[in-house]
């Protein structure tokens, strides 16, 4: 049997998940902002001016998959955001922060991840 995951200094990583390949360095991304427990990069397809996803280093497949240890995590996440945001000149305009959760709700990447999207007027309903 194939060892999927793999520990990487404390850290559970998916050896298949793209997402993991990039916080290790092996796929190449346009890094936005990292710290130990975080990454943001562009988007490869974005869909506005600004589109940028932040993930957590842990392998997490989805919201699905949080539990209570996960909390400050994703309370870190968040607010980076918000703090990204301001510093690319959108956070008084508005931005907005989307989260998909498996496939009905669009996710494409089994790693938790949220999108940053703005410089432009958002839509609602948006999809």
Not at 41 to 47: N, R, T, V
Not at 61 to 76: A, K, P, R, T
Not at 93 to 110: A, K, M, P
Request: charged residues 25%; neutral net charge; aromatic residues 8%.
């Amino acid at each position: 049997m194939l060892l999927k995951y793999i520990i990487y200094a404390k850290e559970v990583r998916n050896v298949d998940c793209i997402f993991c390949k990039i916080i290790k360095g092996e796929i190449p991304a346009k890094i936005i902002y990292e710290d130990d427990k975080i990454l943001a990069f562009k988007d490869i397809s974005p869909i506005a001016p600004t589109h940028i996803l932040f993930i957590p280093k842990e392998h997490i497949e989805s919201v699905n998959f949080l539990e209570n240890q996960h909390i400050d995590l994703v309370g870190e996440i968040i607010l980076k955001m918000k703090e990204v945001a301001a510093k690319l000149g959108i956070g008084d305009e508005g931005y907005r922060i989307v989260n998909n959760c498996g496939n009905l709700g669009g996710q494409t990447v089994g790693h938790l991840h949220f999108h940053l999207i703005g410089g432009r007027q958002m839509q609602w309903p948006p999809g």
